[in-house]
T-cell receptor, first 109, second 120 residues
Framework: GIQVEQSPPDLILQEGANSTLRCNFS?????LQWFHQNPWGQLINLFY???GTKQNGRLSATTVATERYSLLYISSSQTTDSGVYFC???????????FGKGTRLSVIA | GAVVSQHPSWVICKSGTSVKIECRSL??????MFWYRQFPKQSLMLMAT?????????EQGVEKDKFLINHASLTLSTLTVTSAHPEDSSFYIC????????????????FGPGTRLTVL
């Protein structure tokens, strides 16, 4: 099956700093989603982005499907951005998402 | 986005008892839902695919007789952990793919808030 690798595994930032999280996947996908898991375990949908670029406030994401990677950009980080960021992919319409191991982000004041 | 709920949000039970977890899609119908399990500081691992009106499809290594899945309607799937043991303690999360429209993207999946199971 599809393999998903995320980097870095852990990241510590000073408040206000920018960061880039990377997701590599091993095969063609027709679904790629980025999530933020909050301290209570809820997965918050950030982006649905099997290809192209999207922006939502301080967050943006780019997926280069032909090269099998996606990037999540966080600008002007805030302490509330702390948590685990997951990339997940699926190779067809109604198949389950396969998750990477996540990037654990800590933003310190 | 779409709303997926789970009940209960947490449960503590004695070893040997059975626990039922409900997953509901509140504002859309879902012919397929997915069940995941997450251990502390680990990623989500798919347990099974729940199909409305038919048998669930289990991932390799997941005991179908231990984790009973019933997708009784287009808005409800249940996961029953039978004869639970301490090693079944985990965070269980369900998801569903929402149809397009209402600001949602077709094919996007949404997750419930999870159920934390502790077996004593």
């Amino acid at each position: 099956g599809i393999q998903v690798e995320q980097s870095p595994p852990d990241l510590i930032l000073q408040e206000g700093a920018n960061s880039t999280l990377r997701c590599n996947f091993s095969d063609s996908v027709n679904n790629l989603q980025w999530f933020h898991q909050n301290p209570w375990g809820q997965l918050i949908n950030l982006f649905y982005i099997p290809s192209g670029t999207k922006q939502n406030g301080r967050l943006s994401a780019t997926t280069v499907a032909t090269e099998r990677y996606s990037l999540l950009y966080i600008s002007s980080s805030q302490t509330t951005d702390s948590g685990v960021y997951f990339c997940a992919v699926a190779d067809s319409g109604n198949t389950p998402l396969v998750f990477g191991k996540g990037t654990r982000l800590s933003v310190i004041a | 986005g779409a709303v997926v709920s789970q009940h209960p949000s947490w449960v503590i039970c004695k070893s040997g008892t059975s626990v039922k977890i409900e997953c509901r899609s509140l504002d859309f119908q879902a012919t397929t839902m997915f069940w995941y399990r997450q251990f502390p500081k680990q990623s989500l691992m798919l347990m099974a695919t729940s199909n409305e009106g038919s048998k669930a499809t289990y991932e390799q290594g997941v005991e179908k007789d231990k984790f009973l899945i019933n997708h009784a309607s287009l808005t409800l799937s249940t996961l029953t952990v039978t004869s639970a043991h301490p090693e079944d303690s985990s965070f269980y999360i369900c998801s569903a793919r929402a149809p397009g429209g209402r600001g949602r993207t077709y094919n996007e999946q949404f997750f419930g808030p999870g159920t934390r199971l502790t077996v004593l």
